[in-house]
């Protein structure tokens, strides 16, 4: 038995609330036959395409005058988490009465700390929300004070940092769940960016990338085994070349050089491999690993996915 955070990808909840409705049914199984197999599990996940589509559409509501407020970032991830939350506590609900195992499930909206002196604040990467023309993203810049750019050739966009996550806001709660026998999910979509300002914490326009926030919370919570779901079984090295190698494992050293090397695309697998590197040098004994959804249990196994050990 091991306490295993488990961070999803983007495929395992799909775009649309009816697609992801219907594809949490089939990410349910795999968890709950970690489950159904004594290990304690915490469900973190992804929010691209979901906090997108919240901040868009409140962001077009509020152009058209449709409601009374555009809606911040910072809640349009927070409305992101307790949506994904939901379909993630149905599904699994629905798949642990089914095998009728009596264990319940709960989502948590987690705040995670980030420093505000991170330099990604300086350097705001992510485009969100809607597409406006050079005017009024002028003028939305200097109301809210929102960085906004021109997004290829397609209008002007907000932008919005992506720094490091340094704590999670709500961990004990979630220990306290997990002691108690609950499934929890938390910090979706990386959990909602605070920073600390003179004592209190404040929401800000961020997006903390999911395979850190996972990292850390797996780190605050003492857990064994990280394991991040996406969609390829294995890491590869020359990835989408004709002499591409498909990897079991690697030590910390090793994906230290091959990332180094480039051998993982920004934004999508350096990310993942960071964070398990970070995981597996973290305590003796932790280690991580990266698989597909359908694969996780033979992964756990030790018959397919990535294992990274320190
Ligand atoms: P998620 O939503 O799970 O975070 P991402 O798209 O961000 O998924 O990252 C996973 C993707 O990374 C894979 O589907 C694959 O296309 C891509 N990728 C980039 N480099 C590699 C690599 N070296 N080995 C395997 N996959 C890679
Ligand atoms: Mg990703």
Not at 117 to 126: G, Q, R, V
Not at 213 to 238: C, P, R, W
Not at 244 to 255: D, G, I, Q, R, T
């Amino acid at each position: 038995m091991a306490k295993i955070v488990i961070a999803l990808g983007g495929n395992a909840l799909g775009n649309t609330p009816y697609e992801q409705l219907e594809l949490v049914r089939e990410t349910a199984k795999p968890i709950v036959d970690l489950i159904e197999q004594g290990n304690e599990v915490v469900i973190a996940h992804g929010n691209g395409p979901q906090v997108g589509m919240i901040n868009l559409g409140m962001a077009t509501a509020a152009e058209a005058k449709a409601i009374k407020s555009d809606m911040p970032f910072p809640e349009c991830g927070a409305m992101s988490q307790g949506y994904i939350g939901y379909h993630l506590q149905n599904a699994i609900g629905n798949e642990l009465a089914a095998r009728k195992i009596k264990k319940e499930i709960a989502t948590v909206v987690t705040q995670v700390l980030v420093d505000e002196n991170d330099p990604a604040f300086s350097h705001p990467t992510k485009p969100v929300g809607a597409f406006y023309d050079k005017e009024t993203a002028e003028k939305i810049a200097k109301e809210k004070g929102y960085t906004m750019v021109e997004d290829a050739g397609r209008g002007y966009r907000q932008v919005v940092p992506s720094p490091k996550p340094i704590d999670v806001i709500e961990k004990g709660a979630v220990e306290a769940l997990i002691k108690d026998g609950y499934i929890v999910v938390t910090v979706g979509g990386g959990g909602i960016p605070v920073v600390r300002k003179g004592g209190i914490l404040v929401g800000t326009p961020a997006v903390i990338d999911k395979d850190f926030a996972s990292e850390k919370l797996a780190e605050l919570i003492d857990a064994d085994l990280l394991i991040i779901l996406t969609a390829v079984e294995k890491v590869a090295i020359n990835y989408n070349k004709p002499n591409v190698m498909w990897l079991s494992k690697m030590s910390v050293e090793e994906a230290l050089k091959y990332a180094d090397e480039g051998q993982f695309a920004p934004g999508s697998m350096l990310p993942k491999v960071q964070a398990c590197v970070q995981f597996a040098k973290s305590k003796p004994g932790r280690k991580a690993l990266i698989t597909s959804l359908d694969k996780a249990l033979q992964a756990m196994k030790g018959q397919t996915g990535t294992v990274v050990t320190g």
